[in-house]
């Protein structure tokens, strides 16, 4: 499996990316570069406050924003979904 996918798949299960680049040993500038690309391929989607956006959010007690990633979190979209599943059929 390519790092890529492996990170994909490590973000889709809920990782953080501090966790992933220290479980892959992968340096933090070549993750961020990685998220970026995984962003403009449309794989993932950024989740984040702005501002103060917290102080009127009805989640803000349960949401683990904060404590998983920090400002920005990333979900995995249905095309990242898909490429993940293409990559387990072509192993398969």
């Known amino acids: ?5 492996t990170v994909l798949e490590r973000i889709h299960r809920g990782h953080s990316l501090e966790t992933v680049g220290s479980d892959l040993d ?10 970026e690309s995984m962003l403009r391929e449309g794989h993932l989607r950024e989740l984040g406050c702005v501002d103060d956006s917290c102080d009127v959010c009805p989640m803000s007690s349960s949401c683990p924003m904060g404590d998983i990633q920090g400002p920005a979190s990333y979900m995995v979209t249905e095309q990242g979904t ?7 059929s072509a192993s398969d």
């Open 82 to 88: 898909a490429y993940l599943q293409a990559g387990q």
């Open 26 to 35: 992968i340096r933090p500038d070549a993750l961020r570069g990685m998220v």
């Open 1 to 5: 499996m390519s790092t890529y996918r």
